[in-house]
């Protein structure tokens, strides 16, 4: 094996990204925090600063020394006795999260300050690009594995999370490199591998793997689904190692005159799971495993426990973790449970996964999974898919590890969309609550020869991410950009997780916008502009389409309906207007300033109660042929805007 290829290219890797992480300005380039960023970094600081992992008003003085706008996000909570007590020190808090993350960033953060996040996850992914190569090349040529290993990280969304402060990208290569650990000896000699990695096919190997997989539990506890595949692949080879023996000790045992033949179907004994090693060291050394994963996972609970004195960083009661965003603890005099926002999670969500909308919920949300135009794999993780893919091409074929390792990938996804089915994406760009899953997909792979395949991942996955993994920070703090242009819209919206669209990120003005009401019997309902092809709404509950463009819209509405009317005025320039719902269809042509009205009977809504039971979803899309822009049309105009058609919808219960 070449070993050559994959060090210049984790090399490389490590050289770009090393030196950009050690050089942006994390605070200008990243604009404020996003998401979970506040919390993490925070704890980082704390480590590095106090030693610590206790909130103070220090920790709040030295987040505006980088960024004036504060720790919009932080999750913090209130401590216990081991006992399950309260802490006396009622006004101590202790942060919300994981706090692994920022544990292994705090060396770099000490050396390099908040650039040290940054710079772990480019070491993160480094590591990602060398082991990965290493597994496909032990099976492939050395071109298409350092294509494939390249684009498995370079063609998603991975790159655009790589400037952003949260351990998605921690979490995604602990996954793979815990894999890596796990499988490389299963298609690997020690032969052909590379001088130092030798010990990949021992003993030592799996308990890596038992470590990096529990650091990956402890940092979310979803991952410790990825536990499960090893575990099954064990105690299946022991079975099939005690048939085999079984069989071998048949045929030892039979008469002379019972033996067939030579060369006519003579009994044929397959060698031992593992040649020389007896049933009760492997046994030994799979227990061993189990408990160094119980071990590292349990043992890292057991310290969070001993600092806030419950095991569950995101538990505790309505009144105990709490998330801040305009004021904070100890900013002020006000008392921190009457400025939080509460957001414990302490047990399933029981109410929503028994629900009368559950079954309609997993199976949109299985769709949306895997195309869905703001956290699909197909836009956002493609490399995965392709493997996937060539997976399935052959199934009989690929080996029972690469099944497990399918299935456990999949459940990391499922698991969300039973037990989360409104937010199962996380928000943000893609989903990026599967990172962890999607770090173990690269073993789908089979053996690939050929450079043109190696670069489909690349072809595809860059029409998608492309412009993303070239401008981060900007894809970072404006998700929704990315998905209106480009081949996203060809895709389905997430009609599950409405109210975590990144265009919520928007502002009112965008999102659940109210509508209707003009007369007592005209019902309310609310509008979620879902790209910049439709206009803000108009003081008579109306709005522009923007001209030669097509807007997709969202209604919501507490009630079934019988039909949607549209009023449709024209400007100074005739325009066609063709308006779809679900499937049905309305075209009006309009000369310049006439106004048309046209009705869709309204299909069966989306149900979608994760507020209000009754509410029902429709996809909306609005396509307009001709434009005009107002300033070239009134000289006391300033409008600037291209506009296509006004449009005033009105609803009609049944």
Known sequence: MSLKPGLILAAVFLCVYGAFALTVDVPRATYAFKSDEATYYMQGW?????????????????????????????FLKKGFRIDGSPDPAQHRLFYGKSFIYPLFAAPLIFCFGTNGFLLLNAICLSLVLLCGYLFLHARSRPWPSALLAAGFVMASVVPVYFVQIMPEVFNFSLAFLGYFCWLYKEVASPERSPRGTQWLFTWKSDVVMAILLGIATFSKITNAGL???????????????????????????????LHAPAGHGAARVDPPVAPGVGPEIRTGRSLLVVVVFGLVA?????????????????????????????????????????????????TPMWNVIFSRTAPSNVARNVEYFFVGRHAGLLPYFFPGLFAMGLMLAAPRRRPLWQWLVLASALAQGLVFLITTPYTWSGGGVGNRYFFGGYGVMLFLLPPVELVAAALVPWAV???????????????????????????????????????????????????????????ETDPKFLVSFLDDNAYGREEDKSFWTRGDSRADLVFKVGMPLRRVVFSITAGPVPVEVKITIDGRSNDLRLGPGETGRTSIAMPDGFPYEKEVEGALLWNVRIETEGGF??????????????LGARIKPMLEPR
């Open 298 to 346: 349990g043992g890292l609970f057991g310290i969070n426990m001993a600092i806030s004195g419950q095991w569950n960083y995101q538990g505790g009661g309505p009144d105990i973790r709490k998330s801040y965003y305009f004021e904070f603890p100890f900013q002020n005099d006000l008392p921190a449970h009457e400025i939080g926002v509460s957001k414990s999670r302490d």
């Open 227 to 257: 536990f499960a595949a090893p575990v099954c692949w064990w105690l299946i080879s022991g079975l099939a190692g005690a048939f085999h023996r079984r069989q071998a000790g048949t045929a030892s045992r039979r008469p002379e005159g």
């Open 629 to 642: 822009t107002p300033l070239f049309f009134d000289s006391a105009s300033s409008d600037v805007r291209y």
């Open 46 to 74: 704390s480590l590095v600063a106090d030693g610590d992992l206790t909130y103070r008003r220090e920790d709040l003085v030295r987040v505006w020394r980088e960024f004036p706008a504060g720790p919009a996000g932080v």
């Open 461 to 519: 996955g860059g029409l998608f991410v492309g412009a993303s993994v070239l401008s981060p920070f900007t894809a970072s703090f404006k998700p929704s950009e990315i998905a209106k242009a480009g081949p996203f819209r060809l895709l389905p919206v997430e009609l599950t997780l409405l109210n975590d669209l990144p265009v919520f990120t928007e502002g009112a003005a965008r999102s659940r916008v109210e509508f209707g009401g003009v007369r």
